[in-house]
Nanobody, 123 residues
Framework: QVQLVESGGGLVQPGGSLRLSCAASGITLGYYNVGWFRQAPGKEREGISCISSSDGSTYYADSVKGRFTISRDNAKNTVYLQMNSLKPEDTAVYYC????????????????WGQGTQVTVSS
């Protein structure tokens, strides 16, 4: 059974940092393009970042560019999202998704999705 599990969310003050993890089982995550997405209550789902399965190409939404960094450790079958300089507007449930094609990752059409982890940025 394929499963993606997000972890690392929590409560952090504005300006703080968190590192989210997306750990996979049942698939070799290195064969997939992996993305991070978020959704706040009453808001549309927003694509945050994607990383390629092949050449390491990355995508970042303008809202997080320069603050967030996506990376992967294929030996651990895990993709990470390092989030720095967090703002209250970053508060959301964060999801990871695996996609066969990089363009599908960017557009949010993942083949597999995790259950999400809550990130709350508040003083």
């Amino acid at each position: 059974q394929v499963q993606l599990v997000e972890s690392g969310g929590g409560l952090v003050q504005p300006g703080g940092s968190l590192r989210l993890s997306c750990a996979a089982s049942g698939i070799t995550l290195g064969y997939y393009n992996v993305g991070w997405f978020r959704q706040a209550p009453g808001k549309e789902r927003e694509g945050i970042s994607c990383i390629s399965s092949s050449d390491g190409s990355t995508y970042y939404a303008d809202s997080v560019k320069g603050r967030f960094t996506i990376s992967r450790d294929n030996a651990k079958n895990t993709v990470y999202l390092q989030m720095n300089s967090l703002k209250p507007e970053d508060t959301a449930v964060y999801y990871c998704a695996a996609a066969v094609l990089f363009r599908l990752c960017i557009t949010g059409n993942g083949d597999y999705w995790g259950q999400g982890t809550q990130v709350t940025v508040s003083s």
